[in-house]
């Protein structure tokens, strides 16, 4: 079965009279735009989406509809580094280090509360900062994702030199020049 559009999401209305089937994905598939699959029912799907989300496959996304059936997305519980700031200070140290170590951040379940996948490094770090964390199972769902680690699109702007642009440098070093 080729896929090349989602169908929508399981929580934008209720599909409770649907046989639902899933595809088991790790957090990290959810980024694929071509892939082949296999249902929990033992379907193969051929994912090519024509226009994919940004931000990658979510938790619940329809592959395939019809009058009973559903296909949708399952992400795969993984073990999970659970980060839990105290001050506004503690989230700009949080992202800075996940950055500087180019992990992916995800929210958690409130504004303090941070997830990325585990990593005994980032663990050892985040002790030796006091920052309060947790290793738990728990679903990285792309709708959560803060960081963007993928290829930028282009943009939907386009750049122009000015006519009147003039670059001027000044300093010490320049002046006696």
Known sequence: MLIENLQGNLKDKDFSTFKIDYVDLEWYDSRK????WKTRGGKEIKLKLL???KIGLSQGDILYQDTTDIIAIN???TLTLIITARSPAEIAKICYEIGNHHASLFFGENEFEFKTPFEKPLKVLFDKLDIKNDVLS???DAAYRISVSMAHSEPIFKVKAS???KITISGKKFESQ
């Open 51 to 53: 226009n994919p989300p």
């Open 138 to 140: 728990s679903k990285l």
């Open 75 to 77: 992400i795969l519980p």
């Open 33 to 36: 735009k071509i892939a082949r």
């Open 163 to 165: 006519p009147d642009l």
